[in-house]
């Protein structure tokens, strides 16, 4: 199989997902991790950002989380202002 270069979108929901991991590795989990403590592990993560790579390449996070044993066991996003956050679990 060939490789295909990423998107930039694609790089960004990646990004994410390592962030998560990242962040969830160090606390343990679950983890229930928020948005600000997000932009603090990665700050090209914006809000907005995070929000749309959740809806739009959901399957990348979750990939990505998978590939180091984690999984998107909920994810809120309460609107703009008020917070999304992230739990994150052992994978099954």
Known sequence: MA?????AAETKARDL???LARIAEGDG?????GVDRLRQA???LTPLA???MVRKQRAILEGTLAERGLALADYADQGPGRGMEFT???AA
Not at 3 to 7: D, E, F, I, M, S
């Open 17 to 19: 997902g390592l962030a």
């Open 50 to 52: 995070v929000g749309q």
């Open 88 to 90: 994150i679990a052992q």
């Open 42 to 44: 990665s700050p090209r």
């Open 29 to 33: 989990t679950p983890a229930a991790i």
């Open 3 to 7: 490789y295909r270069k990423l998107t």
